[in-house]
């Protein structure tokens, strides 16, 4: 019996396009929802393509796997470099703060 990361890892080489289709469909509803976000990525995209920023580690492990520029800085020339686990356990932090502040 394949697991459900098996099972959508073949679904998905299997249906390239319908694949394709929901993600683009989830990334319009998750853009539309935060448009700075978009922005800031298209920007930041269009500053590594033209070399005038590099990809750097993450800032709090130093990890080179799966960096991404994050939003946290706000400003697209000198992005906040995170990989994917140090991103999650900032926004874990963040929510906890603000359960115990009450501002959900």
Not at 9 to 31: A, I
Not at 47 to 64: D, E, F, R
Not at 77 to 101: A, F, G, M
Request: include cysteine.
């Amino acid at each position: 019996m394949k697991t459900k990361y098996e099972y959508k890892k073949t679904w998905k080489k299997k249906n390239p396009k319908k694949f394709r289709k929901s993600k683009n469909k989830e990334n319009r509803k998750y853009f539309s929802k935060y448009p700075e976000r978009k922005r800031f990525a298209q920007k930041v995209h269009l500053l590594l393509k033209k070399g005038v920023i590099k990809k750097q580690p993450c800032m709090i492990c130093g990890s080179i796997k799966q960096v991404e520029a994050t939003t946290l800085s706000g400003n697209p020339y000198s992005p906040t470099w995170l990989c994917d686990r140090c991103n999650k356990e900032i926004h874990r932090v963040i929510r906890q703060k603000k359960l115990v502040l009450g501002v959900v």
